[in-house]
């Protein structure tokens, strides 16, 4: 198995977990991509989906960046 070789370039993005990419005449680009990132303090997976891409590894990438710079944990209380 020397000669083979990941063709996934998103996948050495930090906090990847895994995920699967596809390619079809009917959606396009298509991938899933699982992360786990920090927010609030603790570590959350997320999921993210992108069907009908032109560039799946650069919308997913996108939307990782503005789920890093946006989300804001409204659902915790931290006075316990």
Request: charge should be negative; hydrophobic fraction near 40%.
């Amino acid at each position: 198995f020397r000669n083979l070789r990941n063709l996934n370039e998103i996948l050495g993005t930090d906090g990847m977990i895994g995920g699967k990419t596809g390619l079809s005449t009917a959606a396009g680009a298509t991938m899933l991509a699982v992360f786990e990132i920090e927010i609030g303090g603790k570590k959350q997976p997320i999921a993210i989906i992108v069907l009908g891409s032109e560039d799946s590894k650069k919308d997913v990438e996108r939307i990782l960046e503005y789920i890093q710079s946006n989300f804001v944990d409204f659902g915790r209380s931290t006075s316990g």
